[in-house]
Nanobody, 119 residues
Framework: QVQLVESGGGLVQAGGSLRLSCAAS????????MGWYRQAPGKQRELVAH???????IVADSVKGRFTISRDNAKNTVYLQMNSLKPEDIAVYYC?????????????WGKGTKVTVSS
């Protein structure tokens, strides 16, 4: 069974940094796009950053210049380097991936990792 497991969340002071990781495991033939989304209290889930298998990226305007997405295809892992964190970055961060299992492509979500920024 395919799983996405996030790690790296926690509490950091404003201006600090965190690095999130998300590793896919299970019977995986290929992974297409991978991404990070976040959901703040009382708000809808929103895209933070997205990366294709070839390395093309999309980053939300709200985090552009502060967050960087990257991936290691050999490790089936996607990363989110978050610098200059602000209180408005407080949210649960979810990993997403389009994964090819033996015969089908499926969309998977991790369970989320919480990021808290103190001002």
């Amino acid at each position: 069974q395919v799983q996405l497991v996030e790690s790296g969340g926690g509490l950091v002071q404003a201006g600090g940094s965190l690095r999130l990781s998300c590793a896919a495991s299970g019977i995986i033939f290929s992974i297409n796009s991978m991404g990070w989304y976040r959901q703040a209290p009382g708000k809808q889930r929103e895209l933070v950053a997205h990366i294709t298998r070839g390395g093309g990226t999309i980053v939300a305007d709200s985090v552009k210049g502060r967050f960087t997405i990257s991936r290691d295809n050999a490790k089936n892992t996607v990363y989110l380097q978050m610098n200059s964190l602000k209180p408005e970055d407080i949210a649960v961060y979810y990993c997403n991936a389009q994964i090819k299992e033996p015969t089908t492509w499926n969309n998977y979500w991790g369970k989320g990792t919480k990021v808290t920024v103190s001002s």
